[in-house]
T-cell receptor, first 116, second 114 residues
C-alpha cells in the first residue's frame, strides 16, 4: 500500500483563487511528521510547511496552510490567493517514527498550473 | 535554514562508468540523506548517511551500486557505479534542520547516462 497518496496528477486554477492539494497518508506510528514541498521547473525542492502528528493547530506559513485531519489521515495543502509563480509540482511527504533518523517518503506529486 | 551545495550540478556520462556526487552543508548535521528522482517521477530515498557509521540503504538500493561516504559532519559523497541509462535521474542530498520538523534539499545533480 502507498504510504502517501496524492490523487490529483494535475490541476488548473485561475490566478487569485484558492487551491487545495490533496494528500492522504498511511502509518501505524503515533509520532510522525508531514511535509509539503514545491518543485518548480528548475528542479529545486522548496520546503513549504510542516505538520507534526501531535500538533493540535493546523500549520500556517504565509499563504500556505495545512488542513490536518488526523482521523482521516489527511494533510491537504491550501494555497490562498494563488499567483502565477505558484505553478510547479507539489509533493506531500511523511517522516515516521524515529525522529531525525528517518528520511522522507514522498507522494507522486500534483502538477499545479495557475492560469492568468 | 541549512545551505547545501552539490557538485556537479549536471553531467553526461557513458554507460559502464562511475560518477561521484559531492554534498556540502554549511553547518554540522548528524544525518544526511540521498534521494533519487527519475524523470517525471517523485523522490525515492536511497540511503541515510550517519557520520562514523555505514550508510543505511533502502530496499532496492545496494552499497555496491551506490557507495556512500560520510567523512565528517558537513560532507558526504554518493557514487553511482557502473552506470546504465536507467540511472539517468536527479540525485539530491538532504539534511535535517536541527529538529525533525524540517528537511532541506540541495539543488540536485542532473545525471544523463548514454
Amino acid at each position: 500500500a502507498q504510504k502517501i497518496t496524492q490523487t490529483q496528477p494535475g490541476m488548473f486554477v485561475q490566478e487569485k483563487e484558492a487551491v487545495t492539494l490533496d494528500c492522504t497518508y498511511d502509518t501505524s506510528d503515533q509520532s510522525y511528521g508531514l511535509f509539503w514541498y514545491k518543485q518548480p521547473s528548475s528542479g529545486e525542492m522548496i520546503f513549504l510547511i510542516y505538520q507534526g502528528s501531535y500538533d493540535e493547530q493546523n500549520a500556517t506559513e504565509g499563504r500556505y496552510s495545512l488542513n490536518f485531519q488526523k482521523a482521516r489521515k489527511s494533510a491537504n495543502l491550501v494555497i490562498s490567493a494563488s499567483q502565477l509563480g505558484d505553478s510547479a509540482m507539489y509533493f506531500c511527504a511523511m517522516r515516521e517514527g524515529r525522529g531525525g533518523a528517518d528520511g522522507l517518503t514522498f507522494g507522486k506529486g500534483t502538477h499545479l498550473i495557475i492560469q492568468p | 535554514s541549512a545551505v547545501i551545495s552539490q557538485k556537479p550540478s549536471r553531467d553526461i556520462c557513458q554507460r559502464g562508468t562511475s560518477l561521484t556526487i559531492q554534498c556540502q552543508v554549511d553547518s554540522q548535521v548528524t544525518m544526511m540523506f540521498w534521494y533519487r528522482q527519475q524523470p517525471g517521477q517523485s523522490l525515492t530515498l536511497i540511503a541515510t548517511a550517519n557520520q562514523g557509521s555505514e550508510a543505511t540503504y533502502e530496499s532496492g538500493f545496494v552499497i555496491d551500486k551506490f557507495p556512500i561516504s560520510r567523512p565528517n559532519l558537513t560532507f558526504s559523497t554518493l557514487t553511482v557505479s557502473n552506470m546504465s541509462p536507467e540511472d539517468s535521474s536527479i540525485y539530491l542530498c538532504s539534511v535535517g534542520g536541527g529538529g525533525w520538523e524540517t528537511q532541506y534539499f540541495g539543488p540536485g545533480t542532473r545525471l544523463l547516462v548514454l
